[in-house]
């Protein structure tokens, strides 16, 4: 964390780190520099090191500064889509030849990019439950270079223990990335644990408010940071100054919205869980979890998405998600609004046939900070 925060509390950095007044005329927050390029000082004389805003912006660098106080670590780097980080990373850290390990639980555009793009570029991969160390342990080959953990993951819940595989992969020469997107870092601190990297999704619960696409890398790592910084700059898939700006925005008040969300969805989880209609809950906050023991030691609180499963398979599933009306029909989370998909049609379309295929009757929540009590009523009402 930056030194200047280290002393500081979780929610006291989200509000100051990277946001010093505005030197220049003191405004509190820091203002949107929608601007390409930077007037020199004679050749080579950069104020501040801006000379170019793919290179760097300033409201792009207080957000970047942000979300590696954020997450504990030294460098955060910032991109146009959480999946504009994920390529980055590949980029930066694989080549012809290498071989990663991915979750068999996974956001399904991670599962595309790697099996329909990086494998093209000559990256073989394999899939293992990260939940299970022995599967682990037998997907790891000399030539891997990366283990990816998404937990919670999507859209299965599932938890892997973040110490125990950052041990693997250490052992291995491998590195290990934890998407962090589920948690958000006011409820879990993968760096901490062991993690080399960090990958988020802005767009989901840093944003918060549904308004914004992005995505980002931090680490603690100097080397690593060196080498994506150049890839992110060489490559060019940078967050824009105004979409900066709105998940700097949104992270002011990512500690009380992680609160509410994972409130709200523990009593989702446990009405579901006593429902007919419903087969199985997908909720780490539940006792009855495999995950739960390492959920309750790595995180703070069990987040606001929730997953389960319907008696009378995909038809009932896809009719409970059309019967909704508060929780609104479409892909995405995180947002303060609650949200209702079909992951086998919608999300995870893309991973069908695959190992990452996930069962046709079920339904994703990601349960907004509304009323929990219309929450439930409108899902109740949809169950019939
Ligand atoms: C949405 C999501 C991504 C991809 O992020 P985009 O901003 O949509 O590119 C990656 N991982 C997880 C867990 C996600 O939910």
């Known amino acids: 964390m930056n030194e200047q925060h280290s002393a500081h509390r979780f929610e006291t950095v989200a509000i100051h780190a990277g946001q010093e007044p505005d030197a220049a005329t ?69 080549s012809p030849g290498d071989h990663l390990v991915i979750p068999d639980d996974a956001y399904g555009g991670t599962f595309r990019l790697v099996s329909r ?18 599967s682990v342990r037998a997907a790891l080959r000399p030539e891997t270079r990366l283990v990816w953990v998404e937990t919670p993951s999507n859209p299965l819940l599932g938890i892997t223990d973040i110490a125990l595989v950052a041990g693997l992969a250490r052992a291995a020469g491998a590195r290990l990335v934890v ?13 901490a644990l062991g993690a080399d990297v960090v990958v988020h999704s ?16 931090v ?14 700059n ?60 390492t959920a309750a030691k790595q995180m703070r609180d069990f987040g606001g998405m929730v997953s389960f499963r319907v ?16 929780f609104t029909l479409g892909e995405s989370l995180g947002g303060v609004e609650s949200l209702i998909e079909h992951p086998g049609r919608m999300t995870h379309a893309s991973a069908a046939g695959s190992a990452l295929e996930v069962p046709d009757d079920l339904v994703r929540l990601s349960v907004g900070i509304e009323s929990v009590d219309d929450l439930l009523a409108d899902l109740t009402r949809a169950l019939g």
């Open 26 to 94: 003191g405004a509190v927050v820091p203002p949107i520099h929608q601007v390409s390029t930077y007037k020199q000082d004679g050749v080579g004389g950069l104020r501040g090191g801006y000379e170019y805003s793919r290179s760097g912006n300033p409201t792009r660098a207080a957000l970047e500064e942000n979300l590696a106080a954020l997450e504990g670590g030294r460098r955060g780097l910032a991109f146009a889509s959480g999946l504009a980080a994920e390529d980055c990373l590949l980029r930066t850290v694989l």
């Open 117 to 134: 793009v990086a494998e093209r570029w000559g990256v073989a991969w394999s899939v293992a439950n990260t939940s299970d160390p022995d």
């Open 179 to 191: 998407d962090n997107t589920f948690a958000s870092p006011y409820l879990q601190q993968p760096l």
């Open 202 to 217: 802005t767009t989901k619960y840093l944003g918060g408010h549904s308004d914004v696409v992005g995505g980002a890398l």
């Open 219 to 232: 680490t603690s790592d100097e080397e690593l940071a060196r080498e994506l910084a150049f890839h992110q």
């Open 234 to 293: 060489a490559m060019g898939a940078i967050a824009g100054p105004f979409d900066s700006w709105l998940v700097l925005r949104g992270i002011k008040t990512l500690a009380v919205r992680m609160d509410r969300h994972s409130a709200n969805a523990a009593r989702i989880a446990e009405a579901l869980q006593a429902h007919p209609r419903v087969t199985h809950v997908c909720y780490p906050g539940l006792a009855s979890h495999p995950g739960h023991e």
């Open 311 to 326: 008696a009378g398979g995909e038809a009932a599933a896809v009719e409970v998600c059309n019967r909704a009306e508060l």
